[in-house]
């Protein structure tokens, strides 16, 4: 498995994408990712759930990276931008990758 994915917004600032149930006695039970920005523990990163469906977990991908790029934007503007890519990719182009499928089998695989 890849050791992590990471990637730079446009400010610079780095992220990594970590493949773990964000905590819920923070977050609850049903959460299925977070963006956690610099000014956070000094530490900007991201973790997605990996214990939900393949088209979750990218919607998830999609929504927090989404979050890490455009701060401004409203919790329900990014879930509309990642639920009409999301669906866009994964169900209307069929954009789903073997590589996609391992990944998120391996980190199901850790926990």
Known sequence: ??????????????????????????WGDDCDGVCFYPDYCGQSHIKINPHRTDQTIFNTVIHETTHAFFDELTETQVTKFAN????LLFNDLKFRSKDLTELIYEARKEL
């Open 1 to 26: 498995m890849k050791e992590k994915l990471k990637f730079k917004n446009t400010k610079g600032t780095e992220y990594s994408i970590k493949f773990r149930k964000p905590d819920r006695r923070v």
């Open 84 to 87: 009409t890519l999301s669906r």
